[in-house]
């Protein structure tokens, strides 16, 4: 199985300011096919369904601000939140689906510091 | 407007059964792969299985914690995808979500509210 790595487990950053979470997946998520990392990421709070951030690593979902982007490749992927604001405190997870099983990283808690 | 709705969950005993159900709206059902996914309370997200579109012959793979027990099914006349779970476990206790894969790229683009599933005696 693809094991998912994220760090840090939890972050405080102020408002306004950039938060980065980090995706690591124990072997290539990259097909070299149609060269598509099969990378997602969501943000999920309390109460609510996971909600699709990008897909394919580096492409926002519709509707999703542009102050989230993703990027990476291969093994080693990051989302960013350039401008934290209240509403991204949540947690946040990356997911390979490149092969089944699909697998999840441990989520990343965001927080207002 | 599209939406998938999980019905089905309650409080159920180790070792009988439950069928959760997903009602999807808004979208050509027959047209996407319907994908089941976990939560156990205060815990991170697992994937349980999927059911491909009958064009992609309607196989189904699943989690090794579920295969066996779990059986994935689908009625496009009815735009309902089905998760059977027999022989459950203390650990299948979980919020069960629905979400769905056109298989051409456009993939967990919307998920259900969920639906929650306790195990216990």
């Known amino acids: 199985d693809i094991v998912m790595t994220q760090s840090p487990d939890s972050l405080a950053v102020s408002l306004g300011e950039r938060a980065t979470i980090n995706c690591k997946s124990s072997q290539s998520v990259l097909y070299s096919s149609n060269n598509k990392n099969y990378l997602a990421w969501y943000q999920q709070k309390p109460g609510q369904p996971p909600r699709l951030l990008i897909n394919w690593a580096s492409t926002r979902e519709s509707g999703v601000p542009d102050r989230f982007s993703g990027s990476g490749s291969g093994t080693d992927f990051t989302l960013t939140i350039s401008s934290l604001q209240a509403e991204d405190v949540a947690f946040y997870y990356c997911q390979q689906f490149y092969t089944t099983p699909w697998t999840f990283g441990q989520g990343t808690k965001v927080e207002i510091k | 407007e599209v939406q998938l709705v999980e019905s089905g969950g309650g409080l159920v005993q180790p070792g009988r059964s439950l069928r959760l159900s997903c009602t999807a709206s808004g979208f050509t059902f027959a047209d996407y792969a319907m994908i089941w996914f976990r939560q156990a309370p205060g815990k991170g997200l697992e994937w349980v299985g999927f059911i491909r579109k009958k064009t992609y012959g309607g196989t189904t793979e699943y989690a090794a914690t579920v295969k066996g027990r779990f059986t994935i099914s689908r009625d496009d006349s009815k735009s309902i995808a089905y998760l059977q779970m027999n022989s459950l476990k203390t650990e299948d206790t979980a919020v069960y979500y629905c979400?769905?894969?056109?298989?051409?790229?456009?993939?967990?683009?919307?998920w259900g509210q969920g639906t929650l599933v306790t195990v216990s005696s």
């Open positions: 979400s769905r894969d056109d298989m051409r790229g456009k993939l967990f683009d919307y």
